[in-house]
């Protein structure tokens, strides 16, 4: 029968996202474990989820804007303002000749 501390590991291993299937076979081998001593399955497992997390903080630390991106950037709102600024004289200009 599964205990307390069982069934907290459970759902926070479901909560962490982990497979339900993954989930039991982790619990049930930390149940089945002898003191003292690591199942083979509990030391892939958090291998395999140290990998996972590398990955992911890998991943999360891309590089930022490159140096074009920036420049593009800049150009068009250099240019936006440049529209702004030529559709505001215009509309003035409408407004001074009642057009």
Known sequence: ???KRDTDLFQA???A???KKVAHAV????????????SKLLVRTIESLNTAAA???RRADVKKRSGA???AAQTRKRKAAARSTA?????ETRADTGA
Do not use: N, S, W
């Not at 559709?87 to 509309?91: D, F, P």
């Open 87 to 91: 559709a505001r004289k215009a509309a």
């Open 17 to 19: 996202g982990l497979r």
């Open 1 to 3: 029968m599964a205990t």
């Open 69 to 71: 991106a920036k420049k």
């Open 55 to 57: 990955e992911i903080e």
């Open 27 to 38: 619990t049930d081998a930390t149940r089945t474990t002898k003191p003292g001593k690591q």
């Open 13 to 15: 291993l479901r909560a």
